[in-house]
Structures are given as structure tokens and as C-alpha cells.
């Protein structure tokens, strides 16, 4: 028996992080993955069986670790964000949850034959459009402009929203039906409303009193740095489970679940909104606990389903899924873009991304356990059902969101935006003349002082620092195609090519070494203390150092068009050591930057754009820039 445990447990944990890795490697949504991985292990191949596993310990576990995912979901609204994000995303998550959570509830109380609790609890599960789900779908699509903006805020903000609802809807149900189930006898439907809305407030002041006190401690001794950086993520899983525990206790008689669920996710809400302590910055779970917590719980949630319930996948269920993603979701959106600025393509594109996620199949999937006590035979066809709608909304939304938007003229096939970390002197002038090209450019550094002066050049500049873990996500970059990495920090370098590795391949991302592991200009793009995820830009001995010398010393940005009479191998004649090829802007319109062992020969009709020395006193009365009939390429003369 005790090896049949260890092996189930060890099998958990490497089939939920292989499915991470492969969803990942693959840019496949990881609940996909997740979900068909322990569906595979647990009902199909018989492989893994969660109840005889960990037996009366698989509920507490599960409910834990809902309880963890529902914290952070709950870190990340932030209501100085919703008022930033704008009126459709506050119609969104307000009317348009309204009306999705009545035409979900409709739908499967006429379509599915569910009793009136079960549908509207199915409602309120599928409110959710799943951030975890959205925002890799929109890092995918890169639409441009507002609607990637709209998008992302929505899945953010609807998230805790739809888990509140799905959770006092989730309570009503209990309470409603628990004079059955306990033999009570209440007589009259104003008494049986009477102990619902009692029991409700109850659960409300409950979770939240208890809330509110273990968010006043966790700021109190953060501000007061009673908290290491390192015990961070420690601290706040001790809080959470804590809080959860104390709830439940506090409602053992009861024997109800969502109040450790609501505590822990007001814990999150309280937190997030205090403005005390950066509570993203402190408490926000690391990557790899995340990784782990979702392994566990979606393998073990998914290991429990039973091949019998997928008798309730037919064609009703197929055309349920429709509706959602047809009906009611369009109809959500038309009545929440009413009186904005939103045109029909906009509309169109949102009206198709409501794609489902964790925290719909974390809830259902938890709510099953008691709901099996009160609706024996209606229960049993939620989880298949709510997890049939995931699968659905995000294969379907993931197929069709990036060519829809391209035909919607919100995306392009080919973004040649460019993104460049650092705005030091140097880099605002190789910013501007890629600007004036026609390119669009965004730089991204921590001084004020640079950003005021990309602002007075007219350059698009944001004060972010890189190693924020969130950063990612308060950036719009549909219109960008590449990144380029410029700052004099290897440390910040390295991990500004890894926090955008999801939305940059690493052909679109590019780097400038700063110098080698004995502190001398590095003679090949690899030899570096710290390990390159960019391509090497410019050439094998160009570093950071050695080109803010060139600037140093006078050297400036030009650009000219190639010619038959003047090719490349004429400049590189001309010019040899005193000039270095930086960009050529290409006759299709791409952006191409020179990289080290670069295949790509420059050709007649292109534009380079390089940066040529001082000592050749080229034309220094053309503000850097060489027109067509400049000296300095003799062949446009």
C-alpha cells in the first residue's frame, strides 16, 4: 500500500508538470492538458484512482489548495485598475456577467433538463473567462489597440467576481435544501428564505471579519519588514491555509465548504486594494509553486471523473456548448458596449473570446463533493459538462482568435514593432531614427530621467522596471514583433529576455552582451557571466561597452539607400572598422536588425541604417540622418 501511494503521488506530480511543460513547449492552454492527462490516468488507462489514494484526505487537500488559487485570483483585482481599465470592462464584468450568468442558467435548465439550483449554479461557475486562459491566447493573437487592453482587464476582473457569485450561489443551493438533508422542518417558504439569507450573512461576516484581521497582519508585518523577500510566498500560503482552516472551523457544524473559499479569496480582494504594501510584488505566488499547485489539483480533479458521466457528452450538451459561445456571449458583450466607442469589428472579436479556465474547473470541481449529498442524480453531470464547456471555449477560442483578428484588421500576420529595454542616450537616438522610418517603438526603463527625455524626443517610453514578475502584463504589445535588450546590466538583460519569452520567440528577441566572465569585452556572443536567451546583435566583438564608446567619441547614426553603384560590400569597403551595421530596413517593409553570423545580404533599394564613426566627418550638418543624395553613400548621388 505504501508503495502504491508513493507511486501515485510521484505520478501526480510528473504528469502535472509534464503537461505544463508540453502546454508550454507547444503553446497549447496548460488546463487542456491538465485536464486530459488525468483523464487519461484516472478513468481510461485506471492508472490512478485519487479516492483510494488519499481516501477522507483528498477533500481537505483539494479544498486547500482551491483555496490557494482563489487567494491569488483575488491579488489581482485591483479596483485603482478597474477604474483604469475603462467603461466597457466594467460593463463587462457587471452586465455582462448579469446576462451571461442568466442565459448560461437558462440554457441548461431548458436544454439539460437541470433542476433550478444545479443551473443556476452552472451559471455562476461559467461567469469566469479565465485570465490564466486569455492571457497567452492575447500574447498569441497580439491584436492592436484597445480591444487586447479590454480583454485582458476583463479576464482579470471577472475572475474573483464570477468565484464570489459561484460561491454564495453555491451556499443558497445548500442552505435551501438543507432542511431536507438535515430533518429539520421548516414550514413555509418565508422561513426556508429567512434561514437562507441568515445562513448567507453569516458565511459573509464570517469570511470577511476573518479576512480583514489576517490582511491587517500580514501589512503590519510586512511594513514593518518582519518578512524576508525569501519567506514571501511562505508567509502567504501560511496566512491562506490558516484563514481557510479558522473558516471552516468556525462553520464545522454547518459542514459547509464555500466559507474557507470566500475567506480566502476576500483575503486576496482586502490585500490587493490596501495601499499600504505593493501586495503583487510580495505576495504574488513564484512560477514554480504555482506550476506545482496546479498540478496537483487538476490531475487529482480530472482522475475523478468517471467514464459514466461522459454519457452526459451528446448532442444536447454540443449544442449547450454552442449557445454559450454563440448566444449568450454576444449578447452579453452587444449590451455592454451600448453607448461606448466600440465598432463592429471590436465587437466581433470580443463577442468570440470567452474562453473558460482554472478557476471554473476548480470550483465545479470541488462543489461536486457536497453537491452529491443533495442532488445525487443532478450533480453527477456537472463536472463532465462544466469541463466539456472549458475544453470547448478554449480549443475554439485558440484556433480561430489569431486569424479572426488578422481578418479584422486587430492583428498582424507580421508586427514589426520593436520593444527595447533601456532608454540610455545612445539607445534614444537608435530609437528615434527606427521612428522615423515608420516603425513603432516603445522603450521601457527604470529612470525617470531617461523616460522624461524619450518624452521630450517624442519617443513612446514607459517607467517599468524588468524584474517585476507582473510587468508583462500591464504592457499592450500587439503591435510589437521583437525586443530588443539594451541596458549595461547583464542580470537585468538576462531576465528581461525571460519575462517576455512568452509573448517573444527567441528569433524575435535580440541582446547586447555587456562583457565577458573576466570582465573584458566579450569576442563571442556566448562568452558572457550570464547566459544570452537574445540573439547576439550587431557582430561578434560588439558589446555594450565598446558601442557607448563609439557614442562617446562622437560616432552617430546614419542611414542611406543601397544602389547597384553602391552596394553593401562598397560601404563595408569604404567604411570597414569605422562604421557598424545596425539595422536594414528591408524592400517588403520588414525591420531587420544585424545579428552575429547574420545570412541576410543587404540588397540595391534597401535602407541601412549604421553607425559610422567621427573620424570620417561625414555630412555632420545632416542631424545624423543621410538622405538619398548624401555623400556618404556615393552611390545615391
Not at 463577442?351 to 452529491?372: H, N, Q, T, Y
Not at 449529498?373 to 485558440?398: K, M, N, Q, R
Request: aromatic letters at 8%.
Amino acid at each position: 500500500m505504501n508503495e502504491y501511494v508513493l507511486l501515485g503521488l510521484a505520478a501526480i506530480i510528473v504528469l502535472g508538470i509534464l503537461a505544463q511543460w508540453i502546454s508550454w513547449r507547444f503553446k497549447i492552454p496548460s488546463i487542456l492538458l491538465l485536464l486530459i492527462f488525468g483523464f487519461i490516468a484516472g478513468p481510461v488507462a485506471n492508472l490512478l484512482d485519487p479516492d483510494k489514494l488519499l481516501g477522507e484526505q483528498l477533500y481537505p487537500i483539494l479544498s486547500l489548495s482551491v483555496g490557494l488559487i482563489l487567494f491569488e485570483s483575488g491579488l489581482r483585482f485591483n479596483m485603482a485598475d478597474l477604474r483604469q481599465a475603462g467603461v466597457v470592462v466594467r460593463n463587462l464584468i457587471s452586465i455582462g456577467s448579469a446576462i451571461t450568468w442568466a442565459g448560461i442558467s437558462f440554457a441548461a435548465y431548458y436544454m439539460l433538463d437541470m433542476n433550478p439550483g444545479m443551473a443556476i449554479l452552472m451559471g455562476a461557475v461559467l461567469v469566469v473567462t479565465g485570465p490564466s486562459v486569455l492571457l497567452p491566447l492575447l500574447r498569441h493573437v497580439r491584436s492592436k489597440g484597445r480591444i487586447s487592453g479590454i480583454s485582458k482587464w476583463e479576464g482579470i476582473m471577472a475572475d474573483p467576481i464570477g468565484a464570489i457569485l459561484a460561491i454564495l450561489v453555491l451556499e443558497t443551493v445548500i442552505f435551501l435544501n438543507e432542511p431536507i438533508v438535515g430533518g429539520l422542518e421548516i414550514r413555509g417558504m418565508g422561513e426556508a428564505v429567512y434561514h437562507t439569507i441568515l445562513g448567507l450573512c453569516l458565511v459573509i461576516i464570517v469570511g470577511l471579519g476573518v479576512s480583514v484581521l489576517s490582511a491587517i497582519l500580514m501589512v503590519m508585518l510586512y511594513k514593518k519588514r518582519l518578512i524576508p523577500d525569501h519567506l514571501n510566498n511562505a508567509i502567504s500560503i501560511m496566512v491562506v491555509v490558516g484563514v481557510f482552516a479558522i473558516t471552516e472551523m468556525l462553520r464545522l457544524e454547518s459542514g459547509l465548504l464555500a466559507t474557507g473559499l470566500l475567506s480566502t479569496l476576500l483575503l486576496g480582494i482586502i490585500i490587493a486594494n490596501q495601499p499600504y504594501v505593493p501586495a503583487r510584488k510580495a505576495f504574488l505566488f513564484k512560477e514554480e509553486f504555482r506550476v506545482f499547485l496546479y498540478a496537483v489539483t487538476f490531475i487529482l480533479f480530472s482522475t475523478r471523473l468517471d467514464l459514466e458521466e461522459l454519457s452526459f457528452i451528446n448532442n444536447q450538451t454540443l449544442v449547450f456548448l454552442i449557445v454559450i459561445m454563440l448566444v449568450v456571449r454576444p449578447v452579453a458583450v452587444l449590451f455592454s458596449i451600448i453607448g461606448t466607442k466600440i465598432n463592429w469589428r471590436e465587437y466581433v472579436f470580443l463577442s468570440w473570446l470567452g474562453p473558460k479556465g482554472i478557476i471554473a474547473a476548480a470550483l465545479v470541481a470541488l462543489f461536486s463533493f457536497r453537491l452529491e449529498e443533495i442532488f445525487p442524480e443532478d450533480s453527477s453531470g456537472l463536472v463532465p459538462i462544466v469541463f466539456l464547456v472549458i475544453i470547448g471555449t478554449v480549443a475554439v477560442s485558440g484556433l480561430i482568435a489569431a486569424p479572426l483578428a488578422q481578418s479584422l484588421k486587430l492583428a498582424e500576420r507580421n508586427p514589426q514593432g520593436n520593444l527595447i529595454i533601456g532608454a540610455q542616450s545612445w539607445v534614444r537616438r537608435l530609437a528615434k531614427v527606427i521612428q522615423e522610418q515608420g516603425y513603432k517603438v516603445m522603450l521601457i526603463d527604470s529612470d525617470p530621467r531617461n523616460i522624461a527625455h524619450c518624452e521630450q524626443a517624442g519617443l513612446d517610453a514607459r517607467l517599468v522596471h524588468v524584474m517585476t514578475k507582473d510587468m508583462v502584463d500591464e504592457l499592450e504589445l500587439g503591435e510589437f514583433g521583437r525586443i530588443i535588450v539594451l541596458t549595461p546590466n547583464e542580470e537585468i538583460n538576462t531576465h528581461a529576455t525571460l519575462n517576455f519569452h512568452e509573448y517573444f520567440d527567441n528569433t524575435d528577441t535580440y541582446q547586447l552582451p555587456v562583457r565577458n566572465h573576466n570582465g573584458e569585452e566579450t569576442k563571442n556572443g556566448h562568452e558572457i557571466g550570464l547566459p544570452i536567451h537574445g540573439r547576439h546583435l550587431f557582430g561578434e566583438e560588439v558589446t555594450y561597452a565598446a558601442l557607448n564608446t563609439r557614442f562617446i567619441s562622437g560616432a552617430s547614426i546614419k542611414t542611406g539607400k543601397l544602389t547597384e553603384d553602391f552596394t553593401f560590400e562598397d560601404f563595408k569597403s569604404r567604411y570597414g572598422i569605422n562604421a557598424i551595421p545596425l539595422c536594414l530596413v528591408r524592400t517588403g517593409g520588414e525591420l531587420h536588425f544585424f545579428t552575429v553570423n547574420d545570412e541576410v545580404v543587404p540588397k540595391a533599394g534597401e535602407t541601412l541604417i549604421a553607425l559610422i564613426n567621427r573620424a570620417d566627418k561625414i555630412n555632420e550638418e545632416s542631424d545624423g540622418v543621410l538622405s538619398l543624395g548624401d555623400v556618404a553613400f556615393p552611390g545615391n548621388t
